[in-house]
């Protein structure tokens, strides 16, 4: 009863203020004001404030809103473990099998869906230009800078 009387009581103040902005000629920002007034007067009219007040005294509904809050972490904490393991469990179960069967792609000397080995050497890296070709394309910037 006391939240009606508090959300009506905002709606007529807010009501009062537009009217003095329009009086000032200042309409759209009035019309903003008038807007944001009529708001808490709807959610009384549409029974919200009434339902959100009987909620929030309630304790069945804090429990059901902890229930919630449980089986959210419940379905995040799954997800993270299903992602950080590699897929979903059919994927997992195919790539075990296939593992387990030899396959191998053409040219290639393990499993391509091992355990994650790592090749003993490493590929040859590109020989490495010479440390006055590296810093000529430094030099050049720096120069058209002034620098």
């Known amino acids: 009863m006391i939240a009606e009387t508090v959300c009506s009581a905002v709606a007529a103040a807010g009501l009062g203020v537009a009217a003095v902005t329009a ?14 007034a ?3 007067l709807g959610l ?12 929030a005294f309630s304790p069945m509904a804090w429990a059901g809103f902890g229930v919630l809050g ?9 997800r993270a473990v299903e992602r950080r393991r ?13 593992a387990q069967a030899g396959v191998t ?29 590296d810093f000529s394309d430094i030099e050049a910037i720096l120069k058209k800078h002034g620098i």
């Open 70 to 78: 449980g089986a959210w972490v419940l379905f995040a904490t799954t």
């Open 86 to 98: 590699g897929g979903t469990r059919k994927e997992r179960k195919a790539a075990a099998r296939s």
């Open 38 to 40: 009529l708001v808490p």
């Open 105 to 133: 792609a053409p040219a290639a000397s393990v499993p391509s869906l091992g355990q994650g080995s790592r090749p003993a050497s490493r590929p040859a890296a590109a020989p490495r230009a010479s440390a006055s070709d």
């Open 44 to 55: 009384v009219m549409t029974g919200i404030v009434e339902w959100v007040a009987d909620t």
């Open 23 to 36: 009086y000032r000629r200042r309409f759209l920002t009035a019309a903003r004001i008038a807007a944001y």
